[in-house]
Structure formats: C-alpha cells, structure tokens
C-alpha cells in the first residue's frame, strides 16, 4: 500500500509535466500555422515580385539576342542558375545582377525601377 502511494507521489507529477509539455507544444504548433496561413498575402507578393524580376531579365537577354547558356558562361555561372533567375526561383546575387546589367548595357537602377513598378519596357 505504502508504494502505491510512493509510486503514485513520484509518478504523477512526472506524468502531469509531460501532458503539460505536450499542450504547450500543440499550441505553439497551432500559433505557427495561424500565423502561416495569416502570411498568404506577403508570401504571394513576394512571388510576384521574383516573378517580375525574372521577366525584366528575360527581356534584357532575349532584346540583347543571347542565349541563357550564353548568359551563364560569359557570368561563370550554370545556365540552370539563368533560367532559375528568369522563372523567379531565385533571384541573382547583387555582383551578379550588376554583370547581368553590365552584359545588358543597361543600368543596375533601371533593372530594378521595373520590377519597383511593375513596368514593362515595351508598355512605355
């Protein structure tokens, strides 16, 4: 009887922290998700804009007559790093952007005042 109740000492109050610690991590996992689902916005905004950045180089390079494998040698890089660039899957480093501008013969200010406005050279 005695360690029963010995048991029952040391072993609930062990079970009560671990219940505990698994509700706190439910709600923090809940907190996480609301905040997620709450950030779609941002999230999609961010999207366009890679998107945009893409489509202002892909302008550049298919006005300028080169290729993507043609980019990437003359910047050292793969032409699977070009392409990522002009899907908005990443987005170039800024030495690579101002190569990329330089290649262009276009200023680093007006690759970006494009994407800022959302702007297409041809709809000027």
Same mark, same amino acid.
């Given at each position: 009887m005695k360690t029963t109740i010995i048991m029952f000492i040391v072993v609930l109050p062990?079970?009560?922290?671990? /219940? &505990?610690?698994?509700?706190? +991590? /439910?709600?923090l +996992?809940?907190?996480? +998700?609301?905040?997620?689902?709450?950030s779609k916005e941002a999230r999609e905004e961010k999207n366009s804009v890679k998107k945009a950045l893409g489509?202002? +180089?892909?302008?550049?390079r298919i006005r300028c007559k080169m290729t993507?494998? /043609?980019?990437a040698e003359r910047l050292?890089?793969?032409r699977q790093a070009v392409s990522?660039?002009? &899907?908005?899957? &990443?987005?170039? &480093?800024m030495s690579n952007l101002i190569a990329l501008a330089k290649l262009y013969d276009v200023a680093v200010e007006?690759?970006?005042s494009q994407v800022k406005d959302g702007s297409k050279e041809d709809n000027t």
């Amino acid at each position: 009887m005695k360690t029963t109740i010995i048991m029952f000492i040391v072993v609930l109050p062990i079970m009560i922290a671990i /219940f &505990s610690g698994i509700v706190y +991590l /439910f709600v923090l +996992l809940c907190r996480a +998700l609301k905040k997620y689902i709450g950030s779609k916005e941002a999230r999609e905004e961010k999207n366009s804009v890679k998107k945009a950045l893409g489509d202002v +180089l892909k302008e550049h390079r298919i006005r300028c007559k080169m290729t993507q494998e /043609f980019v990437a040698e003359r910047l050292g890089v793969s032409r699977q790093a070009v392409s990522k660039w002009e &899907s908005g899957a &990443s987005d170039p &480093s800024m030495s690579n952007l101002i190569a990329l501008a330089k290649l262009y013969d276009v200023a680093v200010e007006d690759i970006l005042s494009q994407v800022k406005d959302g702007s297409k050279e041809d709809n000027t």
